[in-house]
C-alpha cells in the first residue's frame, strides 16, 4: 500500500505571510512539504530532522523547524516564510547587510537564518552575544564558518538596539 | 510515525474521550518532535492536546506547576525566585526545538537522551496525570520507574501538568549535561538538589541519564552526601561513589568504562553547582 492511502485528505487553513490561506493535505504531510508543493520554495529542506535550520519558518512569531512540524499543527496559526521577508529588489535590511558583507556563499541556509533572526530581532529588544546565540543555535551553515554571517547581523542588531534606545529616550515618561 | 488522521478535540476531557476510544490506534500529540525517533510503527490518529489551556506555569503554595503542553522555551525564559529549570532547558536541542517541545512530551514518552526526567527526579517533582475522572499526582521516583508511554498508551490517560517544589533559602539546584556539540544528544545529565545546614550538607537527591537506559535516582551517593562536610574529598568521594555504583552503556565510540568517569565528574561538577546555587542564595 502506497503511504498517501494510509492516510485521509484534509484541509488546513492559516494566514502565511499575512494572507488567509486553506489547503488541501493529509494527516501524515509535514509543512514543509505543503509549502513546497504550492510554491513557496525559498524554505529548505536540508536534513529533514530537526538539526540544521534550512527549513526554519515562523508560526506565531516564533522559529519553528517545518520539516519537524505536520502541516495540521499549523491550523489558526500565523505562519511567515522567507517570501514573507525581502523581494530581490527589496531586501530586508538583514539580507541587504549579508549580501553587502559577503556573508552567502551557496546560500543554501540563509532563508533560515533570516527567520530565525527575524524572531530575534522582534521578541527582543536588547542583543548580547549570549541571546543572540541562542535564538541561532539552530541554524548551520556548511560554508561561511559563520562569521560574516555572524558580522552582517551583529551591524543590524546594533543599530536597531541603537534606535529602540533614541525612541525610548524621547518619548516623555508617563 | 505514521498519522491517518488528525482530531483537535476542545476539552481535556473529550481529549481523554476520544484517546481512550481509540485505544492504541491514538496517540496524543503536543509538539510532535519526536515523531520522527518512533518510525515503523501502525500508522495512528493524531489527538492534538496542544489547544486545551495547558501551556502555563504557575505558582501554587511551594511549588510551580507546569502546564504539560507548555514549550520548553517558556520554561528556559521563565524567571522567578530559586526558579531553576530554565538552565537544563537553555541546554536542550535548539532554539527552534524548543519552541515546540513540550515539558509534557518530554517526560512522556522518555528517550534515553531525555534531560528532563533526570532533573524531575532530582527535584522530587510530581506529575499529574488525568485519567478521565481525576488528577493523580504520581511522585517522579514511581512515574520514571520504567517507560511511562508504556503505561499510558491505549489507556486514554493525559500528562496534564508537573509540580515542582519551590526551592526554600537553604536550597541549592544543580544539573550539568555534557554534550560534544551544543545542540548534541547528552552523553550524561546529573542533576542534585540539596539543603545545606551550615557548611554540611543536610540531604541530597542525585539523579543521572543518558549515560543510562532510563534516568535514575543514585541512592549510594545520596547517601555519602547525607551530613557530610561540604570539601574537596567530600566532593571526590561522590566522583567515585557515582563512578563505581552506576552502570553505564557504551556509546559514540566511548566504553562504558569512560561513561562511568565521564558521569562521576559530572556529578561532582553538578554538586558543586547545586552548593554555590545554595550558597548564593541564603536569603
Ligand atoms: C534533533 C532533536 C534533538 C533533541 N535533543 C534533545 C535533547 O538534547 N534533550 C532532550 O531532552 N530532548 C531533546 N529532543 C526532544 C525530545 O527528543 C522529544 O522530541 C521531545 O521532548 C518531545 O516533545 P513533544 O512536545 O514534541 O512531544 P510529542 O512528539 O508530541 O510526543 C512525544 C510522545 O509523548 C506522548 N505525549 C506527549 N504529550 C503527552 C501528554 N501530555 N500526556 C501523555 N502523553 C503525551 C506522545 O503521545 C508521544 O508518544 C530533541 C529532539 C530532536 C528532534
Ligand atoms: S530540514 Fe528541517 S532542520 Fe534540517
Ligand atoms: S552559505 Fe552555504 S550553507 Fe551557508
Known amino acids: 500500500m502506497k503511504d498517501a492511502e494510509l492516510t485521509n485528505p484534509c484541509r488546513v487553513s492559516f494566514v502565511l505571510n499575512g494572507e488567509p490561506h486553506t489547503f488541501d493535505t493529509r494527516p501524515d504531510e509535514k509543512l514543509l512539504d505543503l509549502l513546497r508543493r504550492n510554491g513557496y520554495r525559498g524554505t529548505k529542506f536540508g536534513c529533514g530532522q530537526g538539526t540544521c535550520g534550512a527549513c526554519t519558518v515562523l508560526m506565531d512569531g516564533r522559529a519553528i523547524y517545518a520539516c519537524l512540524l505536520y502541516a495540521m499543527q499549523a491550523e489558526g496559526r500565523e505562519v511567515r516564510t522567507i517570501e514573507g521577508m525581502g523581494t530581490f529588489d527589496k531586501p530586508s535590511e538583514f539580507q541587504q547587510e549579508l549580501i553587502d558583507g559577503g556573508a552567502v556563499q551557496c546560500g543554501y541556509c540563509i532563508p533560515g537564518m533570516v527567520m530565525s533572526a527575524q524572531a530575534l530581532m522582534e521578541a527582543e529588544s536588547t542583543y548580547p552575544d549570549e541571546i543572540v546565540k541562542e535564538y541561532m543555535d539552530g541554524n548551520l551553515c556548511r560554508c561561511t564558518g559563520y562569521e560574516k554571517i555572524w558580522g552582517a547581523l551583529r551591524r543590524v542588531l546594533d543599530r536597531r538596539e541603537a534606535s529602540l534606545k533614541a525612541d525610548k529616550a524621547e518619548k516623555p515618561a508617563p | ?283
Open chain 2, 1 to 283: 510515525m505514521k498519522l491517518k488522521e488528525f482530531v483537535r478535540p476542545s476539552s481535556v476531557e473529550e481529549a481523554h474521550q476520544v484517546l481512550e476510544e481509540l485505544g492504541t490506534g491514538g496517540m496524543a500529540l503536543a509538539g510532535a518532535t519526536a515523531l520522527h525517533f518512533m518510525q515503523g510503527e501502525q500508522p495512528v490518529t493524531a489527538v492534538d492536546i496542544t489547544r486545551l489551556g495547558l501551556s502555563y506555569i504557575r505558582e501554587e503554595g511551594g511549588y510551580y506547576r507546569i502546564g504539560a503542553t507548555t514549550p520548553l522555551a517558556d520554561i528556559q525564559r521563565h524567571r522567578a525566585p530559586r526558579w531553576a529549570l530554565h538552565e537544563i532547558c537553555r541546554c536542550m536541542a535548539t532554539h527552534q526545538l524548543r519552541n515546540i517541545s513540550t515539558i509534557g512530551g518530554n517526560i512522556s514518552r522518555v528517550f534515553p537522551w531525555a534531560d528532563l526526567p533526570v532533573v524531575l527526579l532530582a527535584m522530587d517533582a510530581s506529575i499529574v496525570v488525568y485519567d478521565g475522572a481525576d488528577e493523580q499526582e504520581i511522585s517522579a521516583d514511581e512515574f520514571f520507574r520504567d517507560q511511562p508511554a508504556r503505561r499510558l498508551a491505549g489507556t486514554g490517560k493525559l500528562v496534564v501538568a508537573v509540580k515542582v517544589p519551590a526551592l526554600q533559602a537553604h536550597h541549592g539546584f544543580g544539573s550539568v549535561k555534557v554534550v560534544r556539540t551544543a545542540a548534541a544528544f547528552s552523553m550524561s545529565t546529573v542533576a542534585v538538589c540539596l539543603s545545606l545546614a551550615g557548611e554540611k550538607v543536610e540531604a541530597a537527591r542525585v539523579a543521572v541519564g543518558a549515560a543510562v537506559g532510563i534516568p535514575q535516582r543514585l541512592p549510594e551517593a545520596e547517601k555519602l552526601l547525607a551530613g557530610r562536610h561540604i570539601d574537596a574529598q567530600t566532593l571526590d568521594e561522590l566522583a567515585r561513589t557515582v563512578e563505581t555504583g552506576v552502570a553505564c552503556r557504551s556509546m559514540e565510540g566511548m566504553s562504558p568504562e569512560y561513561v562511568k568517569h565521564l558521569t562521576g565528574v559530572t556529578a561532582r561538577d553538578a554538586a558543586e553547582r547545586a552548593i554555590q546555587f545554595a550558597r548564593e542564595r541564603a536569603q
